[in-house]
């Protein structure tokens, strides 16, 4: 299948700071990508879907002010998680599927601890 | 919510097969089945996915029912690494088409 990559893998940071999270589409062109959240023990939320070039859509309860997303090529998005606090500590999950909306790829998450 | 209800846990010994079931008794004509496991800490991993013919890849084989409600995902020889939870969720194939997660079964993979 194809890879899609995250990074970093893992991010401490202080509450109130803003982090940065990466997702690229390494062998293929991504025209969709998604970015999830997921709890312990729960299962996968969709945050929000992102076109190359055009603004993000997102789901309902998801505030677009503080996770703000990128998707300004074909191959990156970028997840900001502005103003972090401790309960949005949580499993960021990125995916991407290249054109006709095919198989959807994930990455391999990023883990975010808001002290 | 999710349109697919699965049990919420099996297990089955090392190198025997393994089939997951899953329900999606409203499923429409241009929905197609999918099968995604997540190991733990790791991001889900596509299986494999049909509309209405049986698909077999070097992963697993997945078997629809002819009226479609209803498909088993067979993983013909189990591994202690297919210890994961499988999801089955059912998708429209289109630009910004969505994955919906419900959650899934634990397959467990005894020695």
């Known amino acids: 299948g194809a890879v899609v990559s995250q990074h970093p893998s893992r991010v401490i940071c202080k509450s109130g700071t803003s982090v940065k999270i990466e997702c690229r589409s390494l062998?293929?062109?991504?025209?969709?990508m998604f970015w999830y959240r997921q709890f312990p023990k729960q299962s996968l939320m969709l945050m929000a879907t992102?076109?190359?070039?055009?603004?993000?859509?997102?789901e309902q309860g998801v505030e677009k002010d503080k996770f703000l997303i990128n998707h300004a090529s074909l191959t990156l998005s970028t997840l900001t998680v502005t103003s972090a606090h401790p309960e949005d500590s949580s499993f960021y999950i990125c995916?991407?599927?290249?054109?006709?909306?095919?198989?959807?790829?994930f990455g391999p998450g990023t883990r975010l601890t808001v002290l | 919510d999710a349109k697919t209800t699965q049990p919420p846990s099996m297990d089955c010994a090392e190198g025997r097969a393994a089939n997951l079931p899953c329900n999606h008794s409203?499923?429409?004509?241009?929905?197609?089945v999918y099968w995604y496991r997540q190991i733990h800490s790791q991001g889900p991993q596509y299986i494999i996915h049909?509309?209405?013919n049986n698909e077999t890849n070097e992963m697993a084989s997945l078997i629809i029912t002819e009226d479609r409600k209803s498909s088993t995902l067979i993983l013909p020889h189990a591994t202690l690494r297919d210890t994961a939870v499988y999801y089955c969720?059912?998708?429209?194939?289109?630009?910004?088409?969505?994955?919906?997660f419900g959650k899934g079964i634990t397959l467990s993979v005894r020695p």
């Open positions: 995916s991407a599927t290249g054109l006709a909306g095919g198989v959807e790829f």
């Open positions: 062998d293929f062109q991504a025209t969709t």
């Open positions: 992102s076109n190359e070039g055009s603004k993000a859509t997102y």
């Open positions: 409203t499923i429409s004509g241009n929905e197609y």
């Open positions: 049909g509309l209405k």
């Open positions: 969720i059912v998708r429209v194939t289109g630009a910004n088409s969505k994955l919906t």
